[in-house]
């Protein structure tokens, strides 16, 4: 369905110290991989502080955001902050947006912004695109969904749109979302590159995966879930061509502790022949 190259990411949501944030960047950039992504937060420490550390440590790793909770920030401060780090890390940075997980509202709160219900988010998020969409020499924009007005704030204003599926989704499942996003795309689908997160490469336990799906990573694989890739480099490299010719997805991304053998993968596509 697409001939776009792959892309391949690290989602790192846990920094002790700089020391340890830098080392990161470097170790995935050496691994070749092309992007990596800070949590919102990150731990407990804000996002848009750590970027800027990691882009000044590479020099060919992008740097991104999966995602900014767009109830945490004001949208001028905001604009002012991401055509900063775009400009200034030569265009390195890739801002991802959404509107925070349920449970984000007790930092909202905290930072005196803000809530409200998933519809008030969803619309607070699509006046923050706009404004950030007129804001010249801009980064690119991801946003991350699988509701239908997500998809469909997605479809309009998004560079990059992850499909976020639910971790027990299936194939058949994800031809659902896949085929209602390609409708509401219409003619900008061919400009939108897809993506999917990952939650596991392999099948052996992963108590963190368990704690943030509530169900853990054998039983995913059982259940032919499409959000655990085989660890076997040629079975892996075998489903994303898979899905990339079924559903367009050419870039993937996963959490740090699986940067190793996402690497792997990653270098036998890019492989001669």
């Avoid at 404004?131 to 509701?147: C, N, V, Y």
């Avoid at 061509?241 to 890019?270: C, D, H, K, M, Q």
Wanted: aromatic share 6%; no cysteine; charged share 20%.
């Amino acid at each position: 369905m697409t001939t776009k190259p792959f892309r391949f990411g690290i989602v790192s949501g846990f920094a002790p110290d700089l020391a340890a944030w830098t080392a990161q960047a470097r170790r995935f950039e050496e691994l070749g991989l092309d992007t990596m992504l800070a949590t919102d937060p990150v731990g407990d420490l804000d996002p848009l502080t750590l970027v800027p550390a990691a882009a000044a440590v590479t020099s060919e790793l992008t740097l991104g955001t999966f995602v900014l909770a767009e109830p945490f920030r004001d949208h001028r401060q905001l604009a002012w902050a991401v055509r900063t780090l775009h400009q200034s890390t030569g265009g390195r940075f890739e801002l991802g947006l959404g509107v925070g997980r349920p449970d984000a509202g007790v930092r909202a709160q905290a930072l005196g912004r803000a809530f409200g219900s998933p519809g008030e988010r969803i619309a607070r998020l699509a006046d923050t695109v706009a404004f950030l969409k007129e804001t010249p020499d801009r980064p690119r924009l991801l946003l991350a969904g699988s509701g239908p007005k997500m998809l469909a704030l997605a479809a309009r204003e998004a560079d990059v749109v992850t499909l976020s599926w639910m971790p027990r989704t299936t194939e058949a499942e994800a031809d659902s979302i896949v085929d209602r996003f390609r409708e509401l795309a219409g003619n900008r689908l061919s400009d939108i590159e897809l993506s999917m997160n990952l939650m596991a490469i392999g099948d052996r336990p992963a108590p963190h995966v368990a704690r943030f799906a509530g169900v853990d990573v054998p039983e995913l694989v059982a259940g032919g879930a499409v959000t655990v890739l085989p660890e076997n480099v040629a079975a892996a490299g075998e489903t994303l061509l898979r899905w990339r010719e079924r559903w367009g997805i050419s870039y993937v991304t996963v959490n740090s502790g699986y940067a190793e053998p996402f690497a792997a993968i990653a270098r036998s596509l890019r492989a001669p022949g």
